[in-house]
């Protein structure tokens, strides 16, 4: 066998997780994370169930990597679209829309999020280092002090970085439990009390 035939089936690897992953999210979002099941998301993939179980060992797992898979796509589509406080707002009405129309996964993601609160939880590690990535990738947007004085006065770019995800986290938690509740309206509120205040233009919900 050459070189190349033996490497075949590994370089097919990350591509086949990324379809396993796919499948699942689709799966997760149809029936829900309880009802859903391995078998149902490996037809998805179309492979196997024991195929499956060679990239995943069980459906936690799985979850755990359609959410990072999210918040991937999410944060790239963030640095794409928010070049300056005048689109946060309009970027995070954007997301909660999106978010909204898969509630099964939003509600997915605020139920591991409290569970991983466990040292010993499979996705503990995960959800500290998401937080703190995205606590670095907003206090990264105010490079100097001339971006930093975009910011309300006496709220340093660290501070507005964990406020952003509490109220994020915590508008989309109210929603799940109410659904007819307007949080969009809220949300761009928040950006505006965030940088408001300095003689610079409010952002625009």
């Known amino acids: 066998m050459s070189q190349a035939k033996a490497r075949g089936p590994y370089a097919k690897t990350p591509a086949r997780r990324a379809e396993i992953v796919r499948a699942a999210r689709d799966s997760f979002a149809e029936r829900g994370y309880a009802n859903a099941s391995l078998r149902d998301i490996a037809e998805r993939a179309g492979i196997t169930h024991a195929g499956l179980l060679h990239h ?116 989309q938690l109210q929603w799940i439990l109410d659904q007819e509740l307007d949080i969009v309206g809220p949300v761009t509120d928040f950006v505006r009390l965030l940088f408001e205040g300095n003689g610079e233009a409010a952002p625009q919900g």
């Open 56 to 171: 995943f060992r069980n459906k936690d797992e799985l979850l755990t990597e359609v959410l990072a898979d999210r918040d991937s796509e999410e944060w790239q589509h963030g640095v794409e679209e928010v070049d300056s406080a005048d689109r946060l707002g309009p970027y995070l009405a954007e997301l909660i829309h999106r978010h909204q129309e898969a509630p099964e996964l939003m509600r997915l993601w605020i139920e591991l999020a409290a569970a991983a609160s466990r040292p010993d939880h499979p996705a503990h590690a995960y959800f500290v280092d998401r937080y703190e990535r995205s606590r670095a990738q907003f206090a990264d947007g105010f490079p100097d002090e001339a971006a930093r004085t975009a910011l309300r006065k006496g709220v340093s770019p660290e501070s507005a970085a964990i406020l952003f995800q509490a109220v994020l986290n915590g508008l």
